[in-house]
């Protein structure tokens, strides 16, 4: 059972438009998300993070958007950066103190 | 450099046989993650250590246990290994216990079960 879904394995965008990363997640419980980002060779980095008690998180050209009544959250990278291109993965935790991670989104920004 | 460390970095073994696998977290964190990604998995949450006590697990096998020293550097044991434990291994430290504060992840183990 697939708690946290990024239904798009892979992403393609034009150097300095915006890019759109998808997760949605099915459990009500969780109560903080997270993203990651993962070059080839390396181990995750963190990138930003949002509490369920928000709607929006903004850091520099990152912001996470949540819709809790949608069960989605969505991250926003502007401008899109050549050296943005990485898988992006999406995490949830839960009270229980269990992290949650998506399958993970492949983002190629093209020059 | 997240300053955690994995040791090895590759590791090629036999089915049936045993392997350690070691992390040391970053210098002042208390907590230490083990996450297994498998091909087209995302990560899979294995087990938790804060402090030298074990505080969540996962979908952790049976054959698999870990345990936190009091150094605080930790190893993942994984026996009786079968094909589909080949996978890359990630530990992943941070300083409080909760998993909603930024993990640093070290590059992780690439286990190939032959």
């Known amino acids: 059972d697939q708690q946290v879904k990024q239904n798009s394995p892979s992403l393609s965008v034009q150097e300095g438009r915006i890019s759109i990363l998808n997760c949605d997640y099915t459990?009500?419980?969780?109560?903080?998300f997270l993203w990651y980002k993962k070059y080839p060779a390396e181990g995750p980095t963190f990138l930003i993070s949002?509490?369920?008690?928000?709607d929006k998180n903004e850091d520099g050209r990152f912001t996470v958007f949540l819709n809790k009544s949608a069960k989605h959250l969505s991250l926003h990278i502007v401008p899109s950066q050549p050296g943005d291109s990485a898988v992006y993965f999406c995490?949830?935790?839960?009270?229980?103190?269990?992290?949650?991670f998506g399958q993970g989104t492949e983002l190629s920004v093209k020059p | 450099d997240s300053g955690v460390t994995q040791t090895p970095k590759h590791l090629i073994t036999a089915t049936g046989q045993r392997v350690t696998l070691r992390c040391s977290p970053r210098?002042?964190?208390?907590?230490v993650y083990w996450y297994q990604q498998s091909l087209d998995q995302g990560l899979q949450f294995l087990i938790q250590?804060?402090?030298?006590?074990?505080?969540a697990k996962g979908n952790i096998l049976e054959r698999f246990s870990a345990q936190q020293f009091p150094d605080l550097h930790s190893e993942l044991n994984l026996s009786s290994l079968e094909l589909g434990d080949s996978a890359l291994y990630f530990c992943?430290?941070?300083?409080?216990?909760?998993?909603?504060?930024?993990?640093?992840f070290g590059q992780g183990t690439r286990l190939t079960v032959v």
């Open positions: 949002i509490s369920s008690i928000k």
């Open positions: 459990n009500s419980m969780f109560d903080y």
């Open positions: 992943a430290s941070s300083e409080r216990a909760s998993m909603n504060t930024e993990a640093f």
């Open positions: 210098s002042g964190d208390l907590s």
């Open positions: 995490a949830a935790s839960d009270p229980g103190g269990k992290l949650i």
């Open positions: 250590y804060y402090n030298g006590e074990e505080r």
